[in-house]
């Protein structure tokens, strides 16, 4: 699905909902297409095919000049029904997601507020008209997150509120401004932030009263939980690309040694649970970045040659490249707060298991090997099942580095020296000191990050738009 598409689901969803859970009712407009761009902060485009498949579905009817009207009729009991199996089904996962974000977004915040109060001005000291007033408090979240530019993380912010249903019940025209003559105020942000925190955690309280009051009327406490999950949206294919980090990963570990042969298409597909068609789109996937190697009759081999530099300009590598670099971006705001608060609730046993594997490490200088092995411990161990569907993704995502470090060493280059590192994680986990251990993640992905944008910068997603433009 593209990203294009992915924004059309969230206008979709986000007025489907609302229909069905009676907050807007029957004749009433909502609001005008303008008036949701400028909400959304979406194109005209995207948020009219998402109007025209509510349309199609019999949830308004939309006349040229004029707001969509609400044509669904539904009776109170109904639209109390639709919104207890939605929310019962999640309840779980709201609350999951509720303890997740104070983790996530915290680091995210105060960033991106730096970002905005710098960007607020252009190089002639004028106003920027992308920091003028926000009249809804989500806006402001949306605003902070644009200045990281990196689609992964909005995605990721989008589909947080969905899963949500961005808390039933507002109608989001309570109206709030963060600017002083369009000048950005970061005490007014912060108080903003802290109003609508406050304004949307007594929603969910209502909401989990709600629930407990009404979930037996419907016989729903039998009933199994719906997970959040996060989706990577991708402009091709998912599937090849994810088993594809799959495979690079195990190489890297040398599950399958270089010089040694893969599966067969057969078992690789029984193994991964995949297709055979996904399984040979996979190979085709690794032979072209020199990871392995197809001979007819023969089988896959293992080679991890150099790569092919012309490859460079394919489409699909460069996605890859910015989906591992915005991954990256992701984990280095997040990943203090996320292993301390890992570490410190995992078992002494299971925190022995990492030590000893970072350990391996000794023997190998491999940044990305390096990543994985913090990235599988909290994708695994992480108390907060939403942090573990997060980092798993993300870890899928980081696994692409290999691009990245095979280009390093193609240009005669070598990986950064891990030993002292190593060491230094050593120490801290043999100390029980997570506070350190938290500390030397940070600088370490910080400065990958900053290496990375360095050798790659975003013109390979500039360029990724430009061809879109073009088709």
């Known amino acids: 699905m593209e990203k294009n598409n992915e924004l059309n689901e969230l206008i979709y969803e986000y007025y489907k909902s609302r229909i069905l859970f009676g907050i807007y009712r029957y004749g009433e407009q909502l609001k005008s297409v303008p008036q949701i761009c400028s909400s959304f902060r979406l194109a005209r485009n995207t948020v009219q095919i998402a109007?025209?498949?509510?349309?199609?579905?019999?949830?308004?009817?939309?006349?040229?000049?004029?707001?969509?009207?609400?044509?669904?009729?539904?009776?109170?009991?109904?639209?109390?029904?639709?919104?207890?199996?939605?929310?019962?089904?999640?309840?779980?996962?709201?609350?999951?997601?509720?303890?997740?974000?104070?983790?996530?977004?915290?680091?995210?915040?105060?960033?991106?507020?730096?970002n905005l109060r710098l960007g607020m001005q252009n190089r002639n000291g004028e106003a920027d008209t992308a920091g003028k007033a926000a009249y809804e408090p989500i806006r402001l979240y949306i605003d902070v997150l644009n200045t990281f530019h990196n689609d992964l993380m909005l995605g990721l912010f989008w589909q947080s509120m969905r899963y949500i249903s961005y808390f039933y019940p507002p109608r989001d025209d309570r109206k709030a401004n963060y600017a002083v003559e369009d000048l950005l105020s970061v005490e007014k942000a912060k108080r903003l932030k802290q109003e609508t925190d406050a304004y949307y955690l007594n929603i969910y309280l209502g909401i989990v009263d709600f629930i407990e009051t009404n979930h037996e009327t419907y016989h729903l406490e039998h009933e199994a939980q719906i997970p959040f999950t996060w989706t990577i949206y991708r402009k091709r294919p998912q599937m090849r690309y994810t088993l594809a980090s799959t495979v690079i990963r195990e190489i890297l570990w040398e599950v399958y040694p270089v010089g040694s042969y893969l599966p067969s298409l057969p078992k690789m597909a029984e193994r991964y649970q995949v297709s055979l068609i996904t399984v040979r789109r996979t190979l085709e996937v690794l032979?072209?970045?020199?990871?392995?190697?197809?001979?007819?009759?023969?089988?896959?081999?293992?080679?991890?040659?150099?790569?092919?530099?012309?490859?460079?300009?394919?489409?699909?590598?460069?996605?890859?490249?910015?989906?591992?670099?915005?991954?990256?971006q992701i984990l280095a705001l997040t990943v203090h707060d996320v292993t301390l608060h890992t570490l410190e609730a995992a078992k002494k046993e299971r925190k022995e298991e990492l030590l000893q594997t970072i350990r391996m490490l000794r023997d190998k200088n491999n940044s990305i090997l390096c990543i994985d092995i913090l990235m599988d411990f909290i994708s695994s161990e992480c108390s907060l099942a939403t942090i573990r569907e997060i980092y798993g993704k993300l870890r899928e995502l980081i696994a692409w580095g290999y691009i990245f470090s095979a280009v390093i060493a193609g240009t005669g280059q070598t990986e950064v020296h891990l030993h002292e590192f190593i060491c230094q994680l050593e120490n801290a986990l043999q100390a029980d000191n997570s506070g350190v251990f938290a500390d030397l993640w940070q600088s370490f992905i910080e400065e990958r990050v900053n290496f990375f944008y360095k050798k790659f910068p975003l013109w390979n997603t500039s360029r990724d738009a430009v061809d879109e433009e073009k088709r």
């Not at 109390?80 to 999640?90: C, G, I, M, P």
């Not at 300009?313 to 591992?324: F, P, Q, V, Y």
């Open 51 to 114: 109007l025209n498949r509510l349309e199609e579905e019999g949830y308004i009817k939309t006349e040229k000049r004029k707001a969509a009207r609400v044509i669904y009729q539904g009776s109170e009991e109904l639209f109390r029904e639709n919104v207890v199996r939605y929310f019962a089904l999640r309840r779980e996962g709201i609350q999951d997601i509720q303890l997740s974000s104070n983790l996530l977004f915290s680091s995210i915040w105060e960033k991106g507020m730096q």
């Open 287 to 328: 032979n072209s970045l020199g990871i392995t190697k197809t001979y007819m009759g023969v089988g896959t081999k293992v080679c991890l040659e150099s790569i092919d530099m012309d490859i460079m300009g394919r489409s699909e590598i460069r996605e890859n490249l910015r989906l591992h670099g915005e991954a990256m």
